[in-house]
């Protein structure tokens, strides 16, 4: 069963920073695509950044692009996101999933909260 586990997500101050982990059960995440996604209250999920199997490109919304960077730890099989000046409104949930779309049968499980919040 594929299945991904995110965590790193907490309360920090608005210009603080945090790193989410992305940690495969089940598969290699070097062999795919993996991005992050968030959903805030009252808005659909989105996406934040996508990291390329081959070759390691990196796409990043605009809203975050500067702030944001997506890696690969491969010797822990997870994808991080570290993300730097954080403001208020990346106050979501957030979620690592194949990207830039998942299959419709994913299972998004529970993500990890981030709050922005002085």
């Known amino acids: 069963q594929l299945q991904l586990v995110e965590s790193g997500g907490g309360l920090v101050q608005p210009g603080g920073s945090l790193r989410l982990s992305c940690a495969a059960s089940g598969f290699t995440l070097d062999h795919y695509a993996i991005g992050w996604f968030r959903q805030a209250p009252g808005k659909e999920r989105e996406g934040v950044s996508c990291i390329r199997s081959s070759g390691g490109s990196t796409d990043y919304a605009d809203s975050v692009k500067g702030r944001f960077t997506i890696s690969r730890d491969s010797a822990k099989n997870t994808v991080l996101l570290q993300m730097n000046s954080l403001k208020p409104e990346d106050t979501a949930v957030y979620y690592c999933?194949?990207?830039?779309?998942?299959?419709?049968?994913?299972?998004w499980g529970q993500g990890t909260q981030v709050t922005v919040s002085s």
């Open positions: 999933a194949p990207c830039p779309e998942p299959p419709p049968w994913w299972y």
